[in-house]
DNA sequence: AGTGGTTTTGCACGAATTTGCACAATTTAT
DNA sequence: ATAAATTGTGCAAATTCGTGCAAAACCACT
C-alpha cells in the first residue's frame, strides 16, 4: 500500500466515523503505530485533521456535524458494526443485513480482506461496490422501500440456493421469550430464511433493541450463535440472553 | 515490447486498480525499475497520472470522483431520461436498466404514475424507492461492480420470469451493421435477455454512442423498437437507423 | 550495407524517503 | 498517586529516487 493512500485511507476513515483512532489504524492495516502517528502529524500539518491524544479529529467542527447528522454515523452503530466486521475472516460467504448498522459494516471491513458478500439489500450493495476485492452477490426479489431489501418469493428463493458461514442479522425487536423479531412481515420471513442458510448468526444488538419486541417474529433466541452489543449495555440486561446460552460481543 | 505500449500498459493497470507499484510493474514485464521509474515521469509530466513515492495514482481521485458524479447531470442525459419516462403509461412494467441515463429516467418518473420497474441495477433501485408509488422488482445475482448491476446466471433466471411491456436499454456502442453492444461480456448477456422479455425495447442512444461499437455484442438493431436521441443529432446520422424500420424519437 | 545521430535501456552511486524500534517524556485513566 | 497508554526523538535498515554514463537499439540518409 503506498503512502499516499495510507493517507486518503485514514482521511476517509475520519470522514465515515467523525474520528481517527491511531491504535485502530495501525491494526487495521498491519503497520507500526509510528507510522500512523507520522501520517497523522503530516495530515495536520496539512491543516486536513486536527491532531488529538489518541488519534485524530475533523479539522472543522463543521465537517463533525455533518457526519453524525444522519442516524447512520451513531458511536454504537460505528462500534458493533467494526466488531462484526473484524469477526470476519478471509475467504468466507457472509451475509450483510440490510439497515444502517449492516452498512456501517460495509464500511469498515478490511480493505485487504477477499470473501463473499450475500446481501438482500441495494443499500449495502451499493456500498460494497467501494471495497475494491470482496464479491458480492445481490439477493434480487420485490423491494421493500421502507428498507430498500428484496422481499417476496423470488428472494426466498434465491436465499435458498446460497451457504453461508455467518449471518450478521439486524431486528428491531430482542426479547428473551419472544425472540427476534421485525416490523414487516414479508422481511421477517426473509431474514428467518437467511438465519436458516448461515453455519452461525449474530444478532446486531443496539442498546434500545435488547428487551424490545415487534410485531412480527423472526425466529427464537436458540436459532442464533451470539448477539454483538455495545460496549456501554449493563451486565443485568444481558443476563437473560447469556443463560439461553447465546455468546455475547462487545464492540469496542 | 514498444515503449508506447507499455506506457498504455501502465494506465491501463492505473485505470483497473486505481494505483501502479513501480517495482511490480518492472516485474511483470521484466525491465529495470529504472525504465519505469522514467515511464512515470513522462506520463506524470502529461497530466496522465500522479506520481508518489512507490509508484503512482490516478491524476486526480478528487476530479475523477467529481467527473463521475458530474456524469449524470448533462443536458443531453436529463433530456433523454425525461423523454423516456414520458413514454411510460400508467400500469405498465418496465424494465431499466443500469447506467447513469436509468437514474435520470428514474428521476423523471411522474410521481403519481403507477407501474412496475424491473432492474437489475442496484443504483436505480436506491434512486426509485423516493417515488411513493411505483412497485420495484429488484433482479439479483453477482454484482458487477463497475456499474453496480447483477449479472451471471441467477441474474438470466431471474430476468426470464419476468414479461413487461418495455425495455429501457443502455448500451456503449449502436452501429448500423455492428448492432448494439457494451463492454462486458456478461452484461451482454443480462442486456439481451432483458430485450427478449420485453415488448419492445427503446435504446438511450447519448450522441457518443451512434456509429460507436463495442467489444460484446447484445443484439442486431432489429431487435429493438427505436432509439432515444438528444435533440442536436443530424437527419443524416440517423439515416442508417431510420432504413432499418426503427422509430427515432427525440428528446428535448 | 554503411554512417552519424538520436533514443532507449540498464547500471552505479549518492541522496532522499520510509519504516520500525528503543527510550525518555508526557498525557490519560484508575 | 500510581499504572497504563500515548507521544516525540534519534537512529538504523530497507526501499525508492534522481542523475550521469555507457552500451545497445533504432532511425534517417547516403
Redesign the pocket.
Same mark, same amino acid.
Given at each position: 500500500m503506498l503512502?499516499s493512500q +495510507?493517507k486518503q485511507y485514514i482521511l476517509g476513515v475520519l470522514s465515515r466515523d467523525g474520528q481517527v483512532?491511531?491504535?485502530r489504524i495501525s491494526q487495521e492495516l498491519d503497520?507500526?503505530?509510528?507510522?500512523i502517528?507520522?501520517?497523522l502529524?503530516e495530515l495536520a500539518q496539512e491543516g486536513l485533521l486536527q +491532531?488529538?491524544?489518541?488519534?485524530a479529529l475533523p479539522a472543522s467542527p463543521a465537517v463533525a456535524n455533518f457526519a453524525k447528522r444522519e442516524d447512520i454515523y451513531t458511536d454504537a452503530k460505528i462500534a458493533i458494526g467494526r466488531t462484526a466486521a473484524s469477526l470476519i475472516k478471509p475467504g468466507q460467504v457472509v451475509i450483510l443485513d440490510g439497515g444502517t448498522t449492516a452498512v456501517q459494516i460495509a464500511r469498515h471491513l478490511s480493505p485487504t480482506l477477499q470473501a463473499t458478500i450475500v446481501t438482500h439489500s441495494a443499500r449495502t450493495a451499493v456500498e460494497l461496490v467501494e471495497h475494491p476485492s470482496v464479491e458480492v452477490v445481490l439477493i434480487g426479489g420485490r423491494l421493500f422501500k421502507h428498507s430498500i431489501v428484496s422481499v417476496g418469493a423470488a428472494a426466498i428463493e434465491a436465499i435458498n440456493r446460497i451457504r453461508a458461514d455467518v449471518y450478521f442479522m439486524g431486528v428491531t425487536g430482542i426479547h428473551p421469550e419472544a425472540g427476534l423479531s421485525t416490523g414487516d412481515y414479508e422481511e421477517a420471513y426473509v431474514k428467518y430464511t437467511l438465519c436458516q442458510r448461515a453455519a452461525e448468526t449474530f444478532v446486531l444488538a443496539s442498546q434500545e433493541k435488547l428487551g424490545a419486541a415487534s410485531p412480527y417474529v423472526i425466529a427464537p433466541l436458540s436459532e442464533v450463535s451470539g448477539l454483538i452489543v455495545e460496549a456501554s449495555v449493563t451486565n443485568e440486561v444481558l443476563l437473560p440472553y447469556e443463560s439461553l446460552g447465546l455468546s455475547i460481543i462487545r464492540a469496542n
Open positions: 503512502t +495510507r483512532i491511531a491504535k503497520l507500526s503505530e509510528d507510522t502517528r507520522r501520517d502529524r +491532531r488529538v491524544h489518541g488519534g
